[in-house]
């Protein structure tokens, strides 16, 4: 396992100012691309940053296409020894070929002699886990919601709740309005008969595009009753999503995404004793679901809005996974 090191701080304006004029150029257009996701981008527009403030400190501001692949496993390494875990490192490389990769289609007029600077030359980065990859068990969730129900802490037991029984992202969740406490249950399109779950509205979730994948998250009472509690005790305002925060000046905005992060790291990782992060409440679920109840995987990955159930597999994680009674 590899020494963490400190985060990679944000570039700032001031630096961002500095960074040769085509980079600044290409960088701005690239990210105008509307088949890429409001996350992906996001991601990209951070990662480029990064990157293009490397090629201003270390490889002499060269713009873009004067770039060579020796520049490509420089900053590879530079990543690998601050600590950085194979898949952000895998991210913050795909960004940058990517990048590259638009040059290539798009400017090719201009540049006709440009080449994707991570070549198949260039190894991946080896596969590392910088944490073990350990879900919450039941009876661990249910510890964490008893101690922040001690504490009154209402809302991030809904988040809690709701993320978990839902199998949702951290930004899935935050779209969640309060209307949904209203629902009934879903209905048996043959029958007619109630089921025992609920539906949302409309969620924008993970796909391609500006608006991604919309689909509507299964829940259960246990989450509605959650919500209820956490929208009971809130004082009363016109903001329509569960999730909110209140500005120094009085007014309810909805959540950022950091405050999830905010939340595990801050609060519920000091309850448990170890490492808590949004997108463990996913995995805890698909793994206590699959590993410990014995449910279809096919369902699973129906709950978690999972193309493949191929990719549903690597959420769950169980103990033992090499079984070798059979070899004794």
Request: charged share 30%; aromatic share 10%.
């Amino acid at each position: 396992m590899s020494e963490k090191l400190e985060k990679i701080p944000d570039v700032t304006q001031e630096e961002f100012d500095k960074f040769d004029d085509f980079n600044k150029e290409i960088l701005e257009e690239f990210l105008q691309q509307q088949h890429l996701s409001e996350q992906t981008l996001s991601q990209y527009n951070s990662a480029l940053k990064i990157f293009f403030r490397f090629v201003y400190e270390k490889c002499r501001n060269l713009p873009l296409y004067d770039l060579k692949p020796r520049h490509a496993l420089l900053y590879q390494n530079f990543l690998m020894a601050r600590g950085l875990s194979s898949s952000a490192v895998k991210l913050k490389r795909s960004a940058v070929s990517s990048l590259c990769g638009y040059i290539e289609v798009y400017r090719s007029d201009e540049y006709p002699l440009f080449r994707n600077i991570y070549n198949k030359k260039i190894p991946n980065p080896p596969k590392t886990q910088t944490h073990e990859k350990k879900p919450l068990t039941v009876e661990e969730l249910q510890y964490l919601i008893d101690e922040l129900e001690k504490r009154q802490e209402w809302q991030m037991i809904a988040y809690i709740q709701f993320s978990y029984d839902s199998g949702c992202r951290r930004g899935e969740v935050r779209q969640l309005l309060k209307e949904v406490v209203d629902y009934a249950y879903v209905k048996d399109q043959k029958t007619g008969d109630e089921k025992n779950y609920y539906l949302t509205h409309n969620i924008r979730c993970k796909g391609r595009g500006r608006i991604g994948k919309v689909r509507k998250l299964i829940f259960s009472d246990v989450s509605k009753d959650a919500i209820r509690k956490w929208l009971k005790v809130r004082s009363e305002d016109d903001n329509p999503f569960v999730f909110v925060v209140k500005t120094r000046d009085g007014k309810v905005t909805q959540v950022s995404l950091g405050i999830f992060n905010d939340w595990c790291t801050n609060t519920f990782s000091k309850i448990m004793g170890r490492r808590v992060h949004p997108h463990q409440l996913r995995a805890s679920r698909a793994t206590n679901l699959v590993a410990y109840e014995g449910k279809d995987i096919e369902k699973v990955k129906n709950l978690l809005g999972h193309q493949s159930s191929e990719t549903t597999k690597i959420y769950v994680v169980k103990e033992g996974e090499d079984d070798v009674d059979d070899l004794f």
